[in-house]
């Protein structure tokens, strides 16, 4: 699926898509909650709130939850600053500032991606 063709079917303003177009299609992300075994979740481009995968399970740490999600991005080749960026945009919307990757670039280079801390789910 291209760039345009996945965001051409939602109804997203001028600022959300411009931003959405510098972005990968999907990534993983870490979640703080209490609800153990649903801190890895799947974000969609354009798309709002996340989806719960099955990647994690009570028992791990937020160090392992964090490194898996890490590996899979860098797999998938997004930056901890895209991965950032969409989960802002997930739950806050597409044409929030902190949405612009260009916004987390200083945590391209850190060892583990900082996690944004929510009580619940966005969904």
Do not use: F
Not at 15 to 37: I, M, N
Not at 84 to 99: E, I, T
Request: aromatic letters at 4%.
């Amino acid at each position: 699926m291209s760039r345009r063709k996945d965001l051409d079917a939602l109804p997203l303003n001028t600022e959300a898509r411009r931003q959405c177009e510098k972005l990968p299609a999907e990534c993983l992300a870490y979640v703080e909650t209490l609800d153990e075994g649903n801190r890895i979740v799947l974000i969609r481009r354009g798309q709002q709130g996340y989806i719960c995968t099955r990647y994690d399970h009570p028992g791990l740490s937020p160090i392992t939850v964090q490194s898996i999600v890490r590996e899979v991005n860098q797999k998938l080749g997004v930056s901890p600053s895209q991965c950032k960026a969409m989960l802002v945009g997930s739950m806050y919307g597409w044409d929030n500032p902190d949405a612009d990757a260009a916004q987390h670039q200083q945590l391209d280079g850190e060892a583990i991606l900082a996690a944004m801390p929510i009580t619940g789910r966005a969904h």
